[in-house]
């Protein structure tokens, strides 16, 4: 558990900062920083494999994560940093992960499951709303892009 109000607090702005969690309620997100799961990592320590089944996201504290993004094993890697949410998609959906995440720099990462996520979201049924309908959007403005291309493509 968080006892320090400043750490909950500066975890809050973090999460409030993240377009995912742009239109939650403060006290959602208090929710989230309060329950979730705070771990300090290692250099090297792996947060997650590529195909690891993904029920959880993770929130950059402090220090450094290395995503290693090829599918056909040649070197490449995207390096994140505080504020960089892993795997948001996870925590609205089963998935796998697409990457192998390795700690660069020693640091904190909090730790969000989707059965909290699910938690918020029958608690606060406002905020539930507003990321399905900001999800939607996104989704069919996907499609419509995608559509768009293969219409292009196909003249």
Same mark, same amino acid.
């Given at each position: 558990?968080?006892?320090?109000?400043?750490?909950?607090?500066?975890?809050?702005?973090?999460?409030?900062?993240? /377009? @995912?969690?742009?239109? @939650? %309620?403060?006290?959602?997100?208090?929710?989230?920083? @309060?329950?979730?799961?705070? *771990?300090?990592?290692?250099?090297?320590?792996?947060? @997650? *494999?590529?195909?690891?089944?993904?029920?959880?996201?993770? !929130?950059? !504290?402090?220090? &450094?994560?290395?995503?290693?993004?090829?599918?056909?094993?040649? /070197?490449? %890697?995207?390096?994140?940093? *505080?504020?960089?949410?892993?795997?948001?998609?996870?925590?609205?959906?089963? &998935?796998?992960? /697409?990457?192998?995440?390795?700690? *660069? %720099? /020693?640091?904190?990462? !909090?730790?969000? &499951?989707?059965? !909290?996520?699910?938690?918020?979201?029958?608690?606060?049924?406002?905020?539930?709303?507003?990321?399905?309908?900001?999800? %939607? &959007?996104?989704?069919?403005?996907?499609?419509?892009?995608?559509?768009?291309?293969?219409?292009?493509?196909?003249?």
């Amino acid at each position: 558990m968080k006892m320090d109000a400043a750490v909950l607090n500066d975890e809050i702005a973090l999460l409030g900062a993240l /377009p @995912f969690f742009a239109d @939650f %309620e403060k006290e959602a997100l208090k929710l989230i920083a @309060f329950s979730a799961d705070t *771990r300090i990592v290692r250099a090297g320590d792996v947060l @997650f *494999r590529r195909g690891d089944a993904a029920d959880s996201a993770f !929130l950059m !504290l402090s220090g &450094t994560v290395a995503l290693d993004v090829a599918d056909d094993g040649s /070197p490449s %890697e995207a390096v994140f940093g *505080r504020g960089c949410l892993l795997g948001q998609h996870a925590l609205i959906a089963p &998935t796998q992960r /697409p990457a192998t995440a390795v700690m *660069r %720099e /020693p640091g904190a990462v !909090l730790k969000i &499951t989707r059965a !909290l996520m699910v938690r918020v979201l029958d608690t606060y049924s406002d905020t539930a709303a507003k990321l399905r309908g900001r999800i %939607e &959007t996104e989704l069919s403005t996907t499609l419509h892009e995608v559509q768009g291309a293969m219409n292009r493509l196909m003249l």
